[in-house]
């Protein structure tokens, strides 16, 4: 767990903001009372100090529609701001200090000063006088803490009668917008947003919808521009070089606005110590991806410099049981179609190449009840396309044999969900290791319509000695015979596989063997990376003796032998009608993007949006190498087989 507490610059802008808070006294509510305590000075007023309004303010007619300008000057230092003509009883209030400037002018806004709207309730009903008396102390109160400030003053009707003042100020930062919202109490008709990326695999997606459902429940709300967010997160992943590289980029620009503005960051997912280290000096907060319950606690504890500070006193009501831990959470998924549900984290296998178990650690699977459950209430609400996650899903259960169920077991539970329902969807699994593939795992899936004909199996490298240099722990035959297998038990599956090229050790005959392996396999798809020792896995002390001329070279080469195989398949296609499940605009104009059961990517011309998130009927017309094109046709009966 990361630094809780202020980061030095937490510090420094507290100090600043002791030193420009105002001499003003004034009542609020018990919670702002709680807050000032901690960074503000706290005195006793009498009900006997002289009002601020002594010392010369800016009149306004009783109960009218009134502007405020430049007030005469205050005597600061001796000030008082009281409630003067109440009815209500008087208690301590608090009292801020401003050493300093005392000339009390208010002098006009500096360009590129951001606006503001913030209402103002008095609780203050009756007579005109007693509303003009507090529009005044509100004015002079605000032109204290805030001289370069311009507000201007309005009445807005209430039923209740009370005095209501719509109060348009020209702030010149987000500090002095959230000091008025946060310290002052006044509400902004711009609620507080967060900025959140993820990073990395679906699993860094899955993590960042629960991480979501944390700080919605604090009540921020989401944006998709940082400029906009008073909170901005990343969910990181070390194990990818790229991804890391941007969340460096990222939290480096983030850095640099605040000297001119207001913000929290954080940071969580996969992360190596060496990350995190550097992190902790960077980021105001740094954890990990399983105490996302926690967050709220974190931020509060954080300390009230920033407008997450204050906030997150309300409670989240989806963690009051913080027991469940991490997996409890109810994720705000990112699409309306599709979802991804984790089932596992962690990894035990210790590829030399991975870093995932210095990440996340060692395999530990999720409780299949709420597996199961999650599933079942994504089939309710219309889900059409759920992915299982995991480092290994089909070792799920191992961590716990005798009290767990098996992968096996669980995607049969799944498919028992999906007979029950009557209704269509399909799901997927990412990513098994070949190792822990099982007969029964495939004819479990041969069995369910629900569960896609569709298996991910890494290969890696199509080289036994590499292989055993990556610790995979099989060899190319028993690869083979598992694909022999799946060929065997579902006939129509289509296949994907992982490749790297360019491993530490990897010759011009271990990449031949890779070759002619994509060559055999006949992959409809395959996600060729080129090897990046990683700080942490067993091979970054290994020489990288791979040029990056030559890895890049390999790289395309395998392309080129995934176009042949997939386009071969591909064509096949051709004439044959597929369920499809459409995802979105296509980038070709004027058609839409699907994917069969099978993940073959099809496009097809309809201007109908309405069809995003649901399944329909494709005949397939042209073929190319990762794609096919087809027309809807208007049938909806069952379609013929991959």
């Known amino acids: 767990m990361c630094a809780s ?121 009756g007579l005109d006088d007693a509303v003009a008396d507090v529009r005044v102390q509100l004015h002079d109160l605000y032109i204290l803490i805030f001289p370069r400030c311009v507000w201007r003053f309005s009445d807005m009707a209430t039923p209740a009668g009370s005095a209501t003042f719509l109060i348009r100020s020209t702030l010149r930062s987000t500090n002095q917008r959230w000091f008025c919202r946060s310290i002052l109490g006044f509400q902004s008709e711009h609620a507080m947003r967060y900025c959140l990326l993820h990073l990395g695999c679906q699993m860094n997606k899955s993590d960042a919808e629960r991480v979501r459902t944390v700080i919605e429940g604090l009540g921020y709300e989401r944006t998709d521009d940082e400029t906009e967010a008073d909170l901005l997160g990343i969910v990181a992943c070390s194990v990818r070089q790229r991804a890391i590289d941007k969340a460096y980029a990222r939290i480096r620009a983030w850095n640099s606005w605040k000297a001119n503005r207001n913000l929290l960051t954080f940071v969580t997912g996969c992360m190596l110590p060496s990350d995190r280290e550097k992190f902790l000096t ?33 409670p989240v009501e989806s963690l009051q049981d913080a027991s469940g831990g991490f997996w409890r959470i109810t994720p705000r998924y990112s699409s309306s179609f599709e979802a991804y549900v984790p089932i596992q984290n962690g990894c035990d296998k210790f590829c030399t190449f991975c870093a995932v178990p210095y990440t996340r650690g060692r395999e530990i699977s999720r409780p299949s009840q709420e597996i199961l459950q999650e599933v079942s209430r994504l089939v309710e609400r219309g889900y059409k396309s759920i992915t299982l996650l995991g480092q290994n899903v089909n070792s799920y259960g191992l961590d716990r044999k005798g009290l767990e169920i098996t992968f096996a077991e669980l995607l049969r539970g799944i498919g028992e969900i999906g007979n029950a329902s009557g209704r269509e ?83 011009e005959a271990a990449f031949e063997s890779t070759r002619k392996a994509m060559q055999e396999f006949q992959y409809n798809m395959a996600y060729v990376a080129m090897y990046s020792p990683r700080p942490g896995a067993a091979s970054y002390r290994w ?70 998130g649901q399944f329909t009927t494709v005949k397939i017309t042209q073929a190319a190498a990762l794609s096919v094109e087809g027309e809807m046709v208007g049938t909806l009966a069952p379609v013929l087989a991959e």
């Open 425 to 507: 969807f399909w799901v997927y699994f990412t990513s098994p290791h070949p190792r822990d593939m099982t007969e029964e795992v495939i004819r479990v899936i041969a069995g369910y319509p629900c569960l896609a004909k569709q298996i991910h199996l890494p290969l890696q490298s199509g080289d036994d000695r590499i292989l055993i240099r990556m610790n995979r722990n099989y060899m190319v035959d028993q690869y083979r015979e598992t694909v022999a297998m799946i060929r065997s038990i579902i006939p129509n599956a289509t296949l994907f596989t992982d490749i790297i090229v360019g491993f530490s050790g990897e010759t």
């Open 282 to 314: 960077l980021f105001d907060l740094v954890f990990d991806i399983t105490e996302i319950p926690h967050v709220p606690d974190l931020i509060r504890q954080y300390g009230v410099v920033t407008p997450v500070g204050i906030h997150a006193v309300i």
């Open 543 to 612: 020489p990288d003796d791979v040029p990056h001329e030559e890895k890049n070279s390999r790289l395309h080469v395998l392309s080129g032998e995934l176009a042949a195989t997939s386009g071969a398949y591909n064509r096949t296609m051709i004439g044959r009608e597929y369920r499809v499940l459409v995802e979105g605009a296509d980038r070709k104009e004027g058609y839409l993007s699907a994917k069969t059961e099978g993940r073959i990517i099809v496009r097809f011309p309809s201007a109908d949006r309405s069809l995003m």
């Open 5 to 125: 507490g202020l980061s030095d610059y937490g510090r420094r802008h507290a100090q600043v903001l002791n030193e420009k808070a105002a001499h003003v006294a004034f009542t609020h509510s018990q919670a702002i009372r709680k807050l000032a305590n901690r960074m503000l000075v706290k005195e006793s007023i009498s009900n006997e100090s002289k009002s601020v309004i002594d010392g010369g303010g800016c009149a306004v007619p009783g109960g009218g529609s009134g502007r405020c300008l430049r007030p005469a000057p205050l005597a600061r230092p001796k000030s008082r701001l009281l409630r003067r003509g109440r009815t209500k009883k008087e208690s301590d209030v608090l009292a801020f200090r401003r050493p300093g400037r005392t000339d009390g002018s208010a002098v006009g806004p500096r360009r590129r000063h951001g606006s503001e709207e913030l209402a103002v309730k008095t609780g203050v009903s």
